[in-house]
């Protein structure tokens, strides 16, 4: 009890680092917080890893830019069906104002998806979600400044569903909720981009990535040594 009690601790600690300074450690934290309420061996030394991880690169820290303010770019990726126990994918997502992020996050997904196209696309809502609280945030503080929201994705199939007004019997079965960003395109509200899988910063927020990707992926969102 006393060492699940302190696993427990010890990932309510991570969680706060990772949603605000350092998003290298989201996935793999809220992975194992994920069998928090009954920890295996495996749980507890994924953990360690990751305390070893921050120690090696206590002087990282995100950096940030006040190039510019005008454009909103959300990055989106899905793990299709990456939890073996429950099928469901992972979202993962990061929001940048200019070239500074602003917000990520890694969400095991609340309905288990039929195709990646569906996983792709609840994660975009996700990031669109972001994308627009951000938006609105600016326009409270700045209201002279009225960001383009650029939503950014590595599945061409979720960005042709969102930008066609044409009914796709493939997406019948899909929550409604999922569909108000070809509300959002139609109305010229948010653009539709595609990102090579290489490219996509959010592609950390849904698995482990290998040293050399991991790297790439780092640079991409500014976290830097001090």
């Not at 300074?21 to 990751?50: C, G, H, L, Q, W």
């Not at 126990?85 to 990520?104: D, K, N, Q, V, Y």
């Not at 997406?171 to 595609?194: E, K, P, Q, T, W």
Request: glycine share 6%; net charge positive.
């Amino acid at each position: 009890p006393n060492n699940v009690s302190q696993l427990q601790s010890k990932i309510g600690a991570l969680l706060y680092l990772g949603l605000h300074t350092r998003p290298d450690i989201v996935f793999n934290v809220n992975k194992v917080a994920r069998s928090i309420a009954n920890p295996e061996a495996s749980d507890y030394a994924a953990m360690e890893r990751v305390l070893h991880y921050l120690n090696a690169t206590r002087a990282t820290a995100v950096v940030l830019n006040g190039e510019t303010i005008d454009t909103i770019n959300s990055y989106s990726d899905a793990d299709w069906a990456g939890d073996k126990a429950t099928r469901r994918s992972t979202s993962g997502t990061i929001t940048f104002l200019g070239s500074s992020p602003i917000c990520w996050g890694s969400k095991s997904q609340k309905c288990v998806s039929l195709s990646t196209m569906e996983s792709e696309l609840v994660a975009m809502t996700s990031g669109c979600q972001d994308a627009l609280w951000l938006k609105n945030i600016i326009g409270e503080l700045v209201p002279q400044v009225k960001p383009a929201i650029k939503l950014h994705c590595d599945n061409l199939p979720a960005l042709k569903h969102s930008s066609s007004l044409s009914s796709d019997s493939m997406a019948r079965h899909i929550s409604l909720r999922y569909h108000f960003i070809r509300n959002l395109y139609s109305n010229g509200l948010v653009s539709l981009n595609h990102v090579s899988g290489k490219s996509n910063p959010a592609d950390m927020f849904t698995k482990s990535l290998g040293t050399n990707h991991l790297s790439a992926a780092l640079n991409m969102i500014h976290l830097r040594i001090k």
